[in-house]
């Protein structure tokens, strides 16, 4: 592989990276894509090794992904309706309003519910840590498998 495509596949696997932080972007597939990609270029030992490595890993993320939230979710009262401030700010504010539509959701649920202004930011804060757990997973696993890539190849 010469070096403009190697650094198409960076630029890919870097999206992907990204893409983990931002909401709606499948930044763990895209890595994923990126890795496979330069596999098949390569077609060698260790492109395989590291496509079957990173596949395994990845998987094994999303499955803990899935599981993290919901676990720590279920101690602090929260229900599925929150998540619909997470698409009203989506609507309102492309992109970007997703993140504070859901904390806001999360809050007006909370507040309704719970009935103070202590009690529901003390909620919003539970429901952030185990998102952002969530994210810090899918971040550190992604962050793995291009490192790998990297390692991989510069040895080769």
């Known amino acids: 592989m010469d070096l403009p495509q190697l650094l198409l596949v960076g630029l890919v696997l870097l999206l992907g990276v990204v893409g983990v932080l931002v909401p709606g972007v499948p930044g763990t597939w895209l890595v994923w894509a990126g890795v496979l990609s330069w596999a098949l270029h390569e ?14 890993l990845l998987l094994v993320v999303q499955v803990v992904k899935g599981r993290l939230p919901p676990r720590r979710l279920r101690g602090v009262g929260v229900t599925r309706r929150m998540g619909a ?72």
């Not at 077609?43 to 395994?56: E, F, I, N």
């Not at 539509?101 to 003390?122: D, N």
């Open 43 to 56: 077609q060698t030992a260790p492109g395989w090794a590291l496509l079957a490595g990173s596949t395994v």
């Open 85 to 156: 401030g997470a698409l009203v700010g989506f609507v309102v504010v492309p992109l970007v309003g997703a993140v504070p539509g859901f904390v806001g959701g999360i809050y007006l649920c909370e507040r309704r519910r719970l009935g103070t202004h202590g009690e529901a930011v003390a909620s919003v804060r539970a429901v952030m840590r185990a998102v952002g757990t969530s994210v810090l997973v899918e971040l550190m696993a992604c962050l793995t498998v291009v490192a790998a890539w990297g390692v991989t190849v510069l040895l080769s």
